[in-house]
């Protein structure tokens, strides 16, 4: 079947009904998207369509996650041209809504916060980023909830969202969103996927030259360092990757440590001496030319 293209609300509501139906047991993916969209997007569709009966994937470039307008202006709009790689997924229907459709009164006045664990790390370099970052997905999750179900009120569908494992923190965030503020669903991370050489794939990496994507592959030589590291119970040496990375001059480091997953929090005592156990994220952010790039690893058991 070809895929489905809502631009409303409403549309996509009465779209997601109908494929639904009032089938029992059905499952419904949520798959959030600003565009622009590459394999690691793929593995995100790929993943939703194997695990439900009707998938969702939502294209909307959101004006509260930019700071800077001109990175808004810049960020890339492929629509054609991500239609055909969802589709190519199994994608059944696409949400791809105006920035009226979705702030009809333009930004809205009551925002949802990232508290305490948004304000570090990506939060602390980009202020704001997260509280516009929820938002949206906060509004998206409520646009996609499954309203199928019996006649007599049963047999709701389930109801799962897929989110790149690419962007640790976003993915923290959200999954503490949807349990502290009681979201009917299920957040489902999608391993990180990467180029051949390691590079770790985003929509920006098509604004690196040549030489910048070579440079900026020291981010995940630097990760891997550690994961063999805490593989082999060994003290991760954090200063060392560190200078690994300060090494390369075409690549500006905003940070890199080792945290806890699920508070983000700074683990300094696995990080230097001490043989390392136990589970951590590693976590890096750096400027490589004009782009911004981030990565992370899981570290441990």
Not at 236 to 241: P, T, Y
Request: charged residues 20%.
């Amino acid at each position: 079947m070809p895929i489905r293209l809502a631009t409303t609300v409403a549309d996509l509501r009465a779209q997601g009904a109908r494929l639904l139906g009032s089938r029992k047991g059905a499952s419904q993916g949520l798959v959030p998207t600003m565009g622009a969209l590459h394999e690691g997007h793929a593995a995100l569709a790929r993943t939703a369509v194997e695990q439900n009966d009707v998938v969702v994937a939502t294209i909307f470039v959101n004006p509260l996650q930019f700071g800077d307008a001109v990175d808004l202006d810049r960020y890339p709009r492929t629509l054609e041209a991500d239609l055909e790689l969802l589709e190519a997924q199994g994608v059944d229907l696409v949400f791809a809504p105006a920035v009226e459709e979705v702030y009809p009164g333009g930004e809205p006045l009551v925002r949802v916060t990232s508290g305490k664990l948004g304000e570090k790390w990506e939060g602390a370099s980009r202020p704001g980023h997260f509280d516009g970052a929820l938002t949206v997905v906060a509004k998206l999750l409520h646009y996609g909830l499954p309203a199928a179900g019996l006649p007599d009120g049963t047999g709701l569908p389930a109801y799962r969202a897929y989110f790149g494992q690419k962007d640790a923190q976003q993915l923290a965030l959200v999954r503490r969103m949807a349990a502290d503020l009681s979201f009917p669903v299920e957040i489902v991370g999608v391993p990180t996927v990467r180029s051949a050489e390691g590079l770790a794939l985003s929509s920006r990496n098509r604004f690196l030259s040549v030489a910048e994507r070579d440079a900026a592959l020291v981010l995940s030589r630097a990760l891997r360092l550690l994961e063999a590291r805490a593989a082999a119970r060994e003290p991760l040496d954090l200063d060392s990757a560190v200078a690994m990375v300060q090494s390369q001059p075409l690549v500006e480091l905003d940070y890199f440590d080792v945290v806890d997953p699920l508070t983000l929090e700074p683990l300094a005592e696995n990080c230097r001496e001490t043989p390392f156990g136990g589970e951590a994220l590693a976590l890096i952010a750096a400027r490589v030319g004009p782009v911004r790039l981030i990565d992370n690893a899981p570290l441990g058991s």
